[in-house]
C-alpha cells in the first residue's frame, strides 16, 4: 500500500514530558511536512524537509525538532510539552517542484494534561 | 493577517440535492492551489490540485480559478449526505512547495 503513514494514533502526556511522533511515507516522495491542526481546526505549518534537508521552520519553538533519517521518514519531537501543544500534527509527503500535490497521513492527536 | 480567506465562513447547511459554491481568495501571488475534504476526526483527503488554474473531477465535484484575481471556487452539484464534513482550500506561493490554508467551511447535508 502506498500512502503516509503515522504512529501513534493518539498520546496522551502531561507537562514537561518528551514525546515523539513517526511518519513514514511510500509514495517515493523527496519532500515531507509537519503541519500542526488546532481544537478550531486551523491547519499551520510547522516543517518541511526535502531529501532529508530542513527547508523551511515556520517560527516553531525550540522545544520542537523535526528528525529526518531518509526522504522516506520524517519523525518529530518535543522535548517538554506545553498545556498549547495539545493538537493534532499532520504529517505529508509530496514531489518538490511543480507536480506538488500534498498527500496527508492520519494525523496523532496529542493531548497534554 | 490571514492569508487565505474561505467562504461561506464557518458553515453552511444544505437540502440534500442543493448545489453549493464555495470560494477562497488569496492576499499574494501564488504557485498553485488545492482543495482538501476532512471528516471530523479524519484524515486530510486530496479532492483537487492545480498548479495549471483550471481542474475539474468527477460529475459533482468541479473547481473553477482565477489566478489574476487570485480566487478559486468549489462547486458541488446534486449534494449527497455523504458529502457533509469540512472543506478546506490551501494555497502555495513559495518555492518550498508549503501549503497555507483557510480556515474551513463545515458543510451540513440535510435530508
Known amino acids: 500500500e502506498t500512502a503516509v503513514f503515522q504512529t501513534p494514533n493518539y498520546h496522551v502526556t502531561q507537562v514537561g514530558n518528551e514525546v515523539s511522533f513517526n511518519c513514514k511515507q511510500t509514495?517515493?516522495?523527496?519532500?515531507m511536512y509537519w503541519y500542526k491542526q488546532d481544537s478550531k481546526k486551523l491547519l499551520k505549518i510547522m516543517f518541511s524537509?526535502?531529501?532529508?534537508?530542513?527547508?523551511v521552520n515556520e517560527t516553531v519553538p525550540r522545544r520542537f525538532s523535526p528528525q529526518s533519517s531518509d526522504k522516506a521518514h520524517l519523525n518529530l519531537r518535543i522535548k517538554s510539552v506545553e498545556p498549547e501543544d495539545s493538537a493534532v500534527y499532520l504529517c505529508?509527503?509530496?514531489?518538490?517542484?511543480?507536480?506538488?500535490?500534498?498527500?496527508f497521513g492520519p494525523g496523532t492527536r496529542l493531548t497534554v494534561l | 493577517g490571514q492569508q487565505v480567506q474561505q467562504s461561506p465562513p464557518a458553515s453552511l447547511v444544505l437540502q440534500e440535492g442543493e448545489n453549493a459554491e464555495l470560494q477562497c481568495t488569496y492576499s499574494?501571488?501564488?504557485?498553485?492551489m488545492q482543495w482538501f475534504y476532512q471528516r471530523p476526526g479524519g484524515r486530510l483527503v486530496s479532492l483537487l490540485y492545480?498548479?495549471?488554474?483550471a481542474e475539474q473531477r468527477g460529475g459533482r465535484l468541479t473547481s473553477s480559478a482565477a489566478s489574476n484575481e487570485s480566487r478559486s471556487s468549489l462547486h458541488i452539484s446534486s449534494s449527497q449526505i455523504t458529502d457533509s464534513g469540512t472543506y478546506l482550500c490551501?494555497?502555495?506561493?513559495?518555492?518550498?512547495?508549503?501549503?497555507?490554508f483557510g480556515s474551513g467551511t463545515k458543510l451540513t447535508v440535510e435530508p
Open positions: 505529508a509527503s509530496s514531489f518538490r517542484g511543480w507536480d506538488a500535490e500534498q498527500f
Open positions: 509514495l517515493g516522495h523527496d519532500t
Open positions: 524537509y526535502n531529501n532529508k534537508q530542513l527547508i
Open positions: 499574494t501571488t501564488l504557485n498553485s
Open positions: 492545480s498548479p495549471s488554474w
Open positions: 490551501a494555497m502555495e506561493r513559495s518555492n518550498y512547495n508549503v501549503l497555507y
